[in-house]
C-alpha cells in the first residue's frame, strides 16, 4: 500500500477555445484532507472529474495506490475507491434514502427478492460510524439540502469509496451545516478515508483542511500546508496580481446624476436561501458601477432583483423618482432599463427563434414593431434586424438563421445590439464577456464604454477582477449577500479586492470587521 | 415524452415537409407488411380505401365532413403546444362548445345568418371558457394541464350527457333519442355540396386556419404565446406575463375546439346530438403532430385522418379487410411522426448507402 491515496502527474484537458487543465500534478496522501481552491474557472471541478472519470485526459497520468492509469469511467472510478459528490445531487427525490443509497447495488435475498432490511442496517452502520445523522426510510425530497449531502456522502462509502471528491459542499450549507460536515470529516479521516474539498472559500480551506492546493487559470500555483498559510497569502495566490488592459478607458465625464437607487434589497435564490441581506446601492449617470465578488454571493440575484425577474423580499427600487418595488420584467423594460443577461441561452434569447425574432425579444411591443397587439410590421422587424447585424457585426448567414447556430460572441454581440439600441439610461450587465475570445471581449467592453460616454448609468457583475478593475468608474465588493465596500479602481488593487471578495474585509488592519458573525 | 414533442414543435415547416410525408410512407408501408401478416387483400385493402375516401362526390364528401372538425381540433392541439401546453381536451371542449351552439341556434330567435354567428359565438365562447379553467389552474396553481384538460374533457361529456337525457333540461321531448331540439332554420349553415353534409363549416375552419396562422406569426401576441413555448425564461427576460400566456392558449385551444362542435351542430346534425363525435377531439391531438404544429399543415393531417376514417368505412363494407385497419394506419403515421429521428436516421442511411 503506497502513502499516497491518489497521484495526479501533467494533467492537461483542453475544452474548444480554453485549456481547463494546463499540465496539473497534484497528490493526496492517505487520511488527509486536502483542499482545492481556486477561483470559479481555475479548473478545480475540471480535475476532478478527471479523477473521477468523468472526462478522459488530454495527457498526464493517473496513479491510484500505486497504480497507473490513463483513463477510465466512473463506473470503474467507484469500484477503484472513489466518491464524488457533486455541487448539483444526484439523488432521485421520490425515493426514499435507504432507496437512493442502494440504487444500483441492491442487496437482495437469494438473487431475487430486494433486502431492504439489510441496506437500511448498513446505512445505519455507516451513518453511527461516521457521524452523518440520516433517516433511510425518509423521502428525499422532504429532506434539507445539508441532509441530502449526507446521504450523497453514505451513498459513496456504502459503494466502498476510500476517497471522497466534494465539489464545494458548503456552497449550500447554513454556519452551522458546515460545522457538522467539518466533524464528519474528521470521523472520516480517523477511519483513514481520504477526502478532496473543493471550495473557494478561503477560511473553509484553512479551518478544515490538512493541505491546500491553489489552482489558477488552469495551473497549481502551489501547495501549501494549512496550519503555516493565512488568508492573504491564500488571496494572492488565488487571485494572483497581474492585469493585463486591453481597453484604454477615459475619464468618465458629464453630469452624475442618481438614475438607480436600490434600498436595503433582501431576496432568496431558487432554492428558497437568502442570497441578498440587505444591499444599498445607487447607480448614477455617465459611471460604470462594477460589482465585483465570487461567484455566489447574491450577484445573479442582485441583476434579477434590479430587472424585474426575481421578486424582493424586502426593499426598494428606484429608477429616478419612479418606485419600481414589486414590478414584474415588463415594468423594468418600460422604465428604461436594458439587461444583458449572465446566460444567453436560458434568459437573452429563444434559441428556438431566428435571429429576427430574437433581434426584437423584449421589445416586441414597441410601437414600431407592433402598433397593436394584433398587428406586427415584419418588415420593421426584418429591416431592424438587419440593422443589428450590420452594426454589432453579428455572423449569421441571413437573419432567419436560427440563434441557435450562432456561435456564442454571435449571440451575445446580437444581445447587445439589441439592448444598447434601445438608447437605455440604465444597463444591469450580468457576465456579458463569458465564454467569449479576446476579440469579443474587447468588443463588448467598447460597447459599454461607449454607452457610457452617451450618459447610461451600468452595472457592471462580472466574477473577472481584470474586467473590474479595467471597465469601473466605481466598484463595489458584493460577499455574502451584501456590498462590504465600495473602491475608487484607482485607490485599490487587486489584493485589497481580493480580500474583501474572499473574506468580506480587508485583513490585517481590522481583524473586527473582518469576522461578520 | 415533452422534450420530444417540443422538438417536434420546433422544427422548421418547410425542411420538415419531406420527413412528414416519409413518415406516412413509411406508416403505410408498415400496414401493408400487417395486412399481408393477416391474409388480407393489400391492393383491395387499398382499392377500397381509396375508393371510400375519394372515389366519388359521396366519398369526397364524407372525407371533407369528417376533416372539417378535425382541422379545428388540431388547431387547438396546436395552438396550446405553440405554447408548450398540452391541450389533451379538445373532445370536451367540443362537446360544450356544441351544446351551447345548440341551445342557441334552438331556443333564441335572430335573424338569418346572425342567427348563425351567435349560434357560433357562443359555441366558441363555451369551449374558451371550458379551456381557461385548466389555463387558470395551470398558471395559478401548476396543475399539470395534461391532466386536467383530460378529465375536464369527461366532465364535459358526462354534463351534455346529463343535459339531453330524458329528464335533463335541453332534452327534446319530440324524439326518443337523447339529443337537444333541432336548430332553427335560420342558425343553419348552408350545404355546399349537395348531397353530401359538407356546409359552411368548412370555410370556417378555412378561415380559422388563417387566423391562427395570423395570430402565431403576425402578431406580437402570437409572438409572445410561441416565446413562452419555446423558452419561458427567455419570455419572462422579454417582459411577457408568462402565465397570463398560459391561460389565453389554453382558452384559445378551448374556442378552437368550441367552433368544431358549433360547426358539426350548425353544419352536420342540426341539432346536439349526444355521443356525435367519433373522437374527433382526440384525432385533433394526432393532427396537430401530423401538422408539425404549425396551422397549415392542419389542414393537410386532417384531410388524411378524414379521409382514413371515411375509407376505412368502405374497407368494412367491402369485406376486404377490418374497418379497424384505418385506425392501425393513423397509429402508424403517429408513430412515424413523433419518431422523427428514426426516420431522419433513415434518411442517411439511405444516403451513405447511395455513395
Known amino acids: ?517 | 415524452m415533452r422534450s420530444v414533442l417540443r422538438s417536434l414543435g420546433r422544427s422548421h415547416l418547410v425542411s420538415e415537409t419531406g420527413i412528414t410525408f416519409l413518415s406516412i410512407a413509411l406508416a403505410f408501408g408498415v400496414g401493408c407488411i400487417i395486412l399481408w401478416a393477416g391474409g388480407f387483400s393489400i391492393p383491395a385493402v387499398f382499392a377500397n380505401l381509396w375508393k371510400g375516401a375519394f372515389g366519388n362526390r359521396l366519398a369526397l364528401g364524407q372525407t371533407l365532413t369528417k376533416a372539417t372538425p378535425i382541422v379545428l381540433t388540431s388547431l387547438s392541439f396546436l395552438l396550446a403546444f405553440r405554447c408548450g401546453l398540452f391541450n389533451i381536451g379538445a373532445e370536451g371542449q367540443m362537446y360544450v362548445g356544441a351544446i351551447a351552439t345548440a341551445t342557441v341556434g334552438a331556443y333564441l330567435r335572430l335573424p338569418v345568418v346572425l342567427h348563425a354567428i351567435v349560434a357560433l359565438g357562443a359555441g366558441a365562447l363555451a369551449g374558451a371558457a371550458w379551456g381557461w379553467i385548466p389555463g387558470y389552474l395551470k398558471a395559478k396553481r401548476g396543475a399539470n394541464e395534461f391532466v386536467t384538460t383530460m378529465m375536464l374533457s369527461y366532465v364535459a361529456i358526462g354534463l351534455t350527457d346529463y343535459l339531453v337525457a330524458p329528464r335533463g333540461p335541453l332534452h327534446d321531448h319530440a324524439a326518443w333519442a337523447n339529443q337537444t331540439a333541432a336548430v332553427q332554420a335560420t342558425a343553419r349553415f348552408a350545404r355546399i355540396l349537395r348531397p353530401t353534409q359538407v356546409s359552411w363549416a368548412i370555410i370556417v375552419a378555412g378561415i380559422a386556419v388563417v387566423i391562427v396562422w395570423y395570430f402565431l406569426f403576425r402578431t406580437s401576441s402570437g409572438y409572445e404565446l410561441r416565446a413562452v413555448g419555446q423558452s419561458p425564461t427567455a419570455a419572462e427576460y422579454g417582459g411577457v406575463r408568462t402565465q397570463r400566456k398560459m391561460i389565453l392558449a389554453l382558452s384559445l385551444a378551448g374556442l378552437l375546439a368550441g367552433v368544431a362542435g358549433a360547426g358539426e351542430v350548425l353544419g352536420t346534425h342540426f341539432r346536439f346530438v349526444d355521443g356525435f363525435s367519433p373522437g374527433y377531439g382526440w384525432d385533433g391531438i394526432a393532427g396537430g403532430l401530423i401538422a408539425r404544429a404549425h396551422p397549415v399543415g392542419a389542414i393537410f393531417a386532417a384531410l388524411l385522418m378524414g379521409a382514413l376514417r371515411a375509407g376505412g368505412m368502405q374497407v368494412q363494407r367491402s369485406g376486404a379487410a377490418p374497418g379497424d385497419i384505418a385506425a392501425v394506419l393513423q397509429g402508424l403515421v403517429i408513430f412515424f411522426i413523433i419518431a422523427p429521428t428514426l426516420v431522419r436516421s433513415l434518411v442517411r442511411w439511405r444516403k451513405g448507402k447511395s455513395r
Not at chain 1, 452502520?125 to 446521504?151: C, I, K, M
Not at chain 1, 441583476?303 to 424585474?308: H, I
Not at chain 1, 429576427?356 to 411591443?365: C, K, M, Q, S, V
Request: charge should be negative.
Open chain 1, 1 to 517: 500500500m503506497s502513502e499516497l491515496a491518489i497521484e495526479m502527474r501533467g494533467i492537461v484537458k483542453r475544452f474548444p477555445g480554453v485549456v481547463a487543465n494546463d499540465g496539473i500534478d497534484f497528490d493526496l496522501k492517505r487520511g488527509e484532507i486536502h483542499g482545492l481552491l481556486g477561483e470559479n474557472g481555475a479548473g478545480k471541478t475540471v480535475l476532478m472529474s478527471i479523477l473521477y472519470g468523468l472526462y478522459f485526459p488530454d495527457e498526464g497520468r493517473i496513479f491510484l495506490d500505486g497504480t497507473a492509469y490513463t483513463h477510465y469511467r466512473p463506473a470503474q472510478a467507484i469500484r477503484l475507491g472513489i466518491g464524488m459528490v457533486h455541487q448539483h445531487f444526484m439523488l432521485v427525490p421520490r425515493l426514499t434514502v435507504a432507496e437512493n443509497i442502494m440504487l444500483g447495488q441492491e442487496p437482495s435475498r437469494s438473487g431475487v427478492f430486494l433486502d431492504r432490511d439489510a441496506a437500511i442496517r448498513k446505512i445505519r452502520a455507516f451513518s453511527e460510524q461516521y457521524g452523518l445523522p440520516v433517516d433511510p426510510n425518509a423521502h428525499v425530497e422532504q429532506l434539507p439540502v445539508g441532509e441530502q449531502q449526507r446521504v450523497e456522502i453514505i451513498k459513496a462509502l456504502y459503494r466502498g469509496a476510500d476517497t471522497l471528491i466534494l465539489d464545494e459542499p458548503t456552497a449550500v450549507l447554513t454556519e452551522q451545516e458546515v460545522q457538522h460536515l467539518g466533524e464528519a470529516l474528521i470521523r472520516l479521516k480517523a477511519e483513514g478515508k481520504s477526502t478532496v474539498l473543493i471550495t473557494h472559500k478561503l477560511r473553509e480551506a484553512i479551518g478544515m483542511c490538512d493541505r491546500i492546493t491553489v489552482l489558477r487559470k488552469g495551473k497549481v500555483i502551489g501547495t501549501v500546508a494549512a496550519a503555516e498559510t493565512n488568508d492573504r497569502e491564500l488571496a494572492e495566490m488565488m487571485v494572483g496580481r497581474d492585469v493585463v488592459f486591453t481597453v484604454q478607458r477615459s475619464e468618465a465625464t458629464g453630469e452624475q446624476a442618481v438614475v438607480m437607487t436600490a434600498h436595503g434589497l433582501e431576496a432568496t435564490d431558487d432554492r428558497g436561501v437568502e442570497a441578498l441581506k440587505g444591499v444599498d446601492l445607487d447607480l448614477r449617470q455617465h459611471e460604470i458601477l462594477g460589482i465585483a465578488g465570487v461567484q455566489g454571493n447574491g450577484q445573479e440575484e442582485l441583476a434579477e432583483v434590479l430587472t424585474g425577474l426575481r421578486s424582493l423580499t424586502s426593499g426598494t427600487v428606484k429608477i429616478g423618482e419612479a418606485d419600481l418595488t414589486g414590478r414584474d420584467a415588463h415594468g423594468f423594460i418600460q422604465a428604461g432599463v436594458s439587461h444583458i443577461p449572465a446566460d444567453r441561452h436560458v434568459r437573452g434569447l429563444v434559441m428556438g427563434f431566428s435571429v429576427r425574432e430574437n433581434a426584437i425579444l423584449g421589445r416586441h411591443r414597441e410601437k414600431r414593431f407592433s402598433p397593436t397587439p394584433f398587428w406586427q410590421l415584419q418588415r420593421a422587424v426584418t429591416r431592424f434586424s438587419r440593422e443589428i447585424v450590420d452594426a454589432f457585426g453579428v455572423q449569421t448567414p441571413s437573419v432567419y438563421t436560427r440563434v441557435s447556430n450562432l456561435s456564442g460572441g454571435n449571440q451575445q454581440r446580437l444581445i447587445i445590439g439589441r439592448e444598447v439600441t434601445k438608447a437605455p439610461h440604465i444597463i444591469i450587465a450580468a457576465q456579458p464577456t463569458r465564454g467569449l475570445d479576446v476579440g469579443g471581449i474587447e468588443y463588448v467592453h467598447e460597447q459599454l464604454l461607449a454607452m457610457r460616454d452617451q450618459g447610461a448609468g451600468i452595472l457592471l457583475i462580472s466574477m473577472d477582477l481584470d474586467e473590474i478593475l479595467m471597465m469601473s468608474d466605481r466598484i463595489a465588493v458584493i460577499y455574502d449577500g451584501r456590498i462590504v465596500a465600495i473602491k475608487d479602481p484607482d485607490e485599490t488593487d487587486r489584493r485589497e479586492l481580493g480580500e474583501l471578495m474572499l473574506t468580506g474585509a480587508t485583513l490585517g488592519e481590522n481583524k473586527k470587521a473582518a469576522d461578520p458573525s
